[in-house]
Nanobody, 119 residues
Framework: QVQLVESGGGLVQPGGSLRLSCAAS????????MGWYRQAPGKQRELVAT???????NYVDSVAGRFTISRDNSKNTVSLQMNSLKPEDTAVYYC?????????????WGQGTQVTVSS
């Protein structure tokens, strides 16, 4: 059974930093587009960052310059370094793995980790 397990969430003050990690099992993340999404209370889930197989990263405008997505293929993990956190970054953060196929893509989700930015 494929699993994506997030860790690293918690409570942090505005301006602080957190590092989220996502450990994948039973898939090889080297062939997946890895991503982080978030969902704040009462809002739709939104894309935060993606990391393509070729190493190119993409970010939603609201986090560009503050967040960095990376992967460690040897550990089969993907991380999200979050700096200069703002209260509006408060959300449940989800790890996502997408295998691009000619038909329907294969998509997996983690269970989510809570990030709360508050003084």
């Amino acid at each position: 059974q494929v699993q994506l397990v997030e860790s690293g969430g918690g409570l942090v003050q505005p301006g602080g930093s957190l590092r989220l990690s996502c450990a994948a099992s039973r898939i090889n993340i080297e062939v997946f587009v890895m991503g982080w999404y978030r969902q704040a209370p009462g809002k739709q889930r939104e894309l935060v960052a993606t990391l393509n197989i070729d190493g190119r990263a993409n970010y939603v405008d609201s986090v560009a310059g503050r967040f960095t997505i990376s992967r460690d293929n040897s550990k089969n993990t993907v991380s999200l370094q979050m700096n200069s956190l703002k209260p509006e970054d408060t959300a449940v953060y989800y790890c996502n793995a997408r295998l691009i196929l000619s038909g329907s893509d294969l998509i997996y989700w983690g269970q989510g980790t809570q990030v709360t930015v508050s003084s």
